[in-house]
């Protein structure tokens, strides 16, 4: 542990109330700690800069999963164990339990958060794609009150996202669709299993009578942030399901997307490997 | 010879020390605590190569409760300020100039483990950075002299025949160049130590290691101390692999310098980014060939021109390049033989001993080359081989008679037998038109020599000892180390097999350079064949010395051994003897101009592998592994399979998943969620088999197992690869990255 563990502060609030007191209080200098799978690792590398945190893993209100006939809404606090076990969630938004069982090892995934996942940002992380493929929406509450916002647009830049610091993620709701809809999640990791994304893709689609009606596409680990492909997902609404638009899909994702080089992996792969998923999602959807 | 009850030699006796390591009650170096006991840490050095201007105390820490320790401290105790091993130029605290990142300066101690990393943050080292040597080839190219007059710590010439005058004879000349990067040994359990040093006692340390009385001798110079007043406790171990072949001697000292300052056990346990960053790794390698063959693919002349690097110091470097320049002809004869080495420096961590020593790297080179003459040659890669095979009574590259029997090719039938190898290269051929995934069966034939190199044993001239309790139990003295891979259970199968009794009466005394003599390093595949059989002599002699003084005749049961031995204690005291190694008849080595019997026996391998090559994502698996071997006699099946299923594992994690990121000479991946070893899914099953040949000079016929399961699996994989591809990759670790730069052209658009 190469952390100097007296310089950091933990307060856990009794209730929901009692914790956006406390973030409000004191403008960014609490922050909420909830299932701690990512906080934990810096702290163990003395690579944890800030100090003080609000543990909000007891906070009741940021838990279970609802479901009406509109939405599936989830509680911050929802384990990737947790979401996996939905059946609503099994049935209707598989890639977000695919998502959820390749995400660490189990010990992981029966502490790690779905809402931790949003608000820890990496551009790397499991769920994202899958969530923005889904047209996820965001609950942040504070002392002022709630409001909902869509999670395509949530994250502005590496790290950088529209809640406030006195504000809380609550709920992340999912609107369910009458439409049957082809799901494709591919995450390519530097191994099997236990890995972090070098690519990761989430794509959904309706097709009818060889036109594709409607699709989805987002990709993780690309770009500074998750990223929704909308300029794709433009060339490719309303044509026909073929050669030459696939090819034409392959060029506009070609454009669309800048990777970046790390200790992982290099851009000119995930280039190369993004355009190949977006191919073989295309080709493995039935008409 | 007594009645043995149940002759345990071939027998899978449980691990000996299993019970306690699987119930928590084996004591690791980090579960050991003495009195008044404090931590210590190392302050290291960022950058490669620089001259220390200034080492300054800063931040709000409290210095004056803080043991700090430098060169300077070194000086005043009279001691030496280097590691002795080999050449003697690695400094245990840099004084004046580093020459690696992550070099240790500065040591702290402190009874507070958290304000210890506090401090040690706080401690500002200020340079005037030099030039720097980052790779092989600029060390080759003498970009900048960073050590001695030409970067090179050490070279080797192999000349057998006439190599010069063979490319005259040959129908074909096939040229290739070929390349294998660090590797990391990733041991469950990381570097540790505790000491204890004062003026009066000495210095006593306990850690975890693998060769007792390497730290003992360090010790010694590095406290200008007489050999009794060090002793080293080797605790249980959590895996070694040759990364605690040498470092310990290096933390073991920078505990004991101190101790020996503040007056208390200090211990230092390095963590997971500490360990992975500073200590030693694998090798990178770079091998070149040019072979002379005839247009009926028989060989002619091997050319091989083989480096290493080895990092800013020498270490261990001469004796990795000496096994792998021997190895890097494998089993083939050959006339004509030119091996040219060097270990050459670089401004990085020195590289170390890790399983396999040298060997995996040129074996890698040598068989990935085999492939490309085959096809030059116009003939399949086993077709190839097997016109070149080396034959008992042939010669290997060091113009050693093979005296035992070697029967490659029965190897190569069995192995294609298990596999379907010849049924699955046709099959894939015509799959692979059609699909996305690519498969692909290559394979790799090899050798490993047990035991040190060429004069190595007969200069260590290893000791064992034995010894009767009154009890009647027999306890084995010896400093060869259990660090997992079954020590302690087959010294004890070999015992019991010699005397006659059950293996539960067999001790084995934990390695402590007070108590036990020194059986040389736990390394080089030498404790099973090596020390195993001097295990054997010493118990035998115990026997005879019971027998010659008339109190056991000599066919008994046990409960009269036991009699025996208990009497033996009463009338005479003390029953203890010895064993020293012995040369087996007919070993002649010529150092000078490395010829002859390089190893007293050698362990011979074919291993397959079956791949699949993903086109989406140019990921490959191996789908499938056969690895068979002929290793003498097999002591214990259960060990020695597990053995050869951790080595491969660990080569299959060397070819396609292991890939230290370097920026700046320094591992830029020292974290296991970025540095990727393979997890069980991307292992596929191993499947193991031996063939027996008992070795005479063996304990009951064993030879060396320990190291051969590296050797293999990077050129069979790679061989597989590029049947399932139809491209020819130099490199690994082979990643998925380099597989598409190569792979995109091939197969874009023909199969998506």
Known sequence: ?????????????????????????????????????????????????????????????????????????????????????????????????????????????????????IVNASPAADSPPALLTYDAELELISLGGARWVAYHGFHTGYKQ????????????????????LQHYYRKVG????????????????????????????????????????????????????????IA???????????????????????????????????????? | MSASPNHPIGKSVP????????????????????????????????????????????????????????????????????????????????????????????????????????????????????????????????????????????????DKGNVDEAWTNADLIVEGEYFTGAQEQLYIENNGVIAIANEHDGVTVWGSMQCPYYV????????????????VIQTETGGGFGGKEEYPSIIAGHAALLSLKCGKPVKIIYDRAEDMVATTKRHPSRTRHKTAVTKDGKLVAMDIEFVIDGGAYCTLSPVVLSRGTIHAAGPYFSPNVRIRSSAVATNIPPHGAFRGFGAPQGIFALERHLDKVAKAVGLTPDEFRRRNFIQQGETTATSQIIREKVDMAGLLDRAFELTGYHEKRQRFAKENEQSRVKKGIGFATFMHGAGFTGSGEVYLASVVGAEATSEGRVKILAASTEIGQGTNTIFAQIASEALGVDSDLI???????????????????????????????????????????????????????????RTHIEKFGPLKTFSTYQAPPNIHWNDEKYQGDAYGAYAWAVYVAEVSVDSLTYEAQVEDFVALQEVGRVINPVLATGQIEGGVAQGIGFTLFENVVWQNGRMANNQMTNYIMPTPADIPPIRVYFEENPYAYGPGGAKGIGELPMDGPAPAILNAIENATGVSFDHVPLMPEAIMENLTNVLHGITL
Request: with cysteine; charged share 25%.
């Open chain 1, 161 to 180: 996202m529209i809640i406030r610091p006195d504000e809380l993620l609550t709920r992340i709701r999912l609107p369910r669709s009458a439409d049957k």
């Open chain 2, 15 to 158: 691990r000996k020390e299993g019970r306690k390591k699987v119930t928590g009650q084996a004591l690791y170096v980090d579960d050991i605590s003495f009195a008044e006991m404090i931590y210590g840490v190392t302050v290291r050095s960022s950058v490669p190569r620089g001259r220390i201007t200034n080492i300054s105390f800063a931040g709000d820490t409290p210095w004056d409760e803080f043991t700090i320790v430098t060169a300077k401290d070194i000086r005043d105790i009279g001691g030496e300020n280097y590691v002795a091993l080999i050449l003697n130029d690695q400094p245990y605290l840099a004084d004046e100039v580093v020459n690696h990142a992550e070099e240790a300066i500065v040591l702290l101690a402190h009874p507070n483990k958290y304000l210890l990393e506090e401090a040690r943050r706080n401690v500002r080292i200020e340079y005037e950075e030099l030039p720097a040597i980052l790779t092989l080839e600029d060390s080759v190219d003498k970009k900048e002299i960073i050590w001695g007059e030409d970067n090179v710590f050490k070279t080797f010439l192999v």
């Open chain 2, 507 to 565: 001790e084995v005394a934990q390695p402590d350079t007070a108590n036990v003599p020194n059986s040389g390093p736990t390394v080089a595949s030498r404790t099973c064949m090596v020390v195993g059989k001097l295990v054997e002599s010493a118990v035998l002699a115990l026997k005879q010395t019971l027998v010659g003084s008339g109190l056991l005749r000599e066919d008994y049961s046990q409960s009269e051994f036991q009699e025996a031995c």
């Open chain 1, 248 to 287: 034409q899909a392959r060029a506009v994702l070609a454009n669309e997307i800048v990777p970046i080089d790390d200790i992982r992996s290099t851009s000119n792969y995930r280039h190369q490997v993004s355009l190949n998923l977006l191919e073989d999602f295309l080709r493995q959807l039935s008409a």
């Open chain 1, 1 to 117: 542990m190469r952390a100097y563990i007296p310089s950091y502060q933990l307060v856990t609030p009794p209730s929901l109330g009692e914790a956006l007191d406390v973030l409000a209080a004191d403008g960014g200098v609490w922050r909420p700690f909830a299932g701690g799978t990512d906080l934990m690792v810096l702290l163990e590398a003395g690579k944890l800069p800030h100090k003080n945190y609000l543990n909000i893993w007891n906070l009741k209100e940021l838990r279970g999963i609802e479901v009406t006939a509109q939405h599936v809404t989830l509680g911050a606090l929802t384990t990737y164990t947790e979401v996996q076990q939905e059946k609503v969630l099994q049935e209707e938004f598989p890639m977000l339990c695919q998502a959820a069982s390749e995400t660490g090892g189990l010990a992981i995934q029966n502490r790690g958060t779905l809402g931790g996942n």
């Open chain 2, 216 to 231: 003992h001798k360090a010790l010694i110079k590095l406290f200008a101390l007489p050999e009794d007043k060090v002793r």
């Open chain 1, 190 to 245: 530097t191994r099997k299993a236990q890995a972090i994304s070098k690519v990761c893709f989430a794509g959904t689609a309706q097709v009818r009578d060889g036109k594709i009606e409607d699709l989805r596409i987002a990709l993780g680990s690309i770009a500074p942030v998750p990223l929704r492909c909308v300029k794709t997902e433009d060339a490719l609404r309303g044509s026909e399901l073929n050669q030459p638009a």
